[in-house]
């Protein structure tokens, strides 16, 4: 059974940064896309950041590149999002997930991309 489990989100002031985690199991993540999304209230989830099964490839949201960072661990089948400068508008719901397809790229950018999530962890900018 596939589990990913989020954790380090929290309340942090405009400006801060956060650290997120998604450790994954029941599957070999090695070989998948990983990618990062996020779901505001009342709005669409929508995509984050991604890096490729291998680590070598990133993509970001034009409205967070620069200031977040992905990036994978493979032996702990970890992967995390820093964010930095976080602003009000970064507040949300914070998901993981994993790519569909083996040895996926940087390219999964929709949800459809994807086919396990994460429970979700949150994140909350004060200003």
């Known amino acids: 059974q596939v589990q990913l489990v989020e954790s380090g989100g929290g309340l942090v002031q405009a400006g801060g940064s956060l650290r997120l985690s998604c450790a994954a199991s029941?599957?070999?993540?090695?070989?998948?896309?990983m990618g990062w999304f996020r779901q505001a209230p009342g709005k669409e989830r929508e995509f984050v950041a991604a890096i490729n099964w291998s680590g070598s490839a990133t993509s970001y949201a034009d409205s967070v590149k620069g200031r977040f960072s992905i990036s994978r661990d493979n032996a702990k089948n970890t992967v995390y999002l820093q964010m930095n400068s976080l602003k009000p508008e970064d507040t949300a719901v914070y998901y993981c997930?994993?790519?569909?397809?083996?040895?996926?790229?940087?390219?999964?950018?929709?949800?459809?991309?994807?086919?396990?999530w994460g429970q979700g962890t949150q994140v909350t900018v004060s200003s």
């Open positions: 029941g599957r070999t993540f090695t070989v998948y896309a």
């Open positions: 997930a994993v790519g569909r397809r083996m040895y996926g790229g940087s390219d999964y950018t929709t949800t459809g991309d994807y086919d396990y």
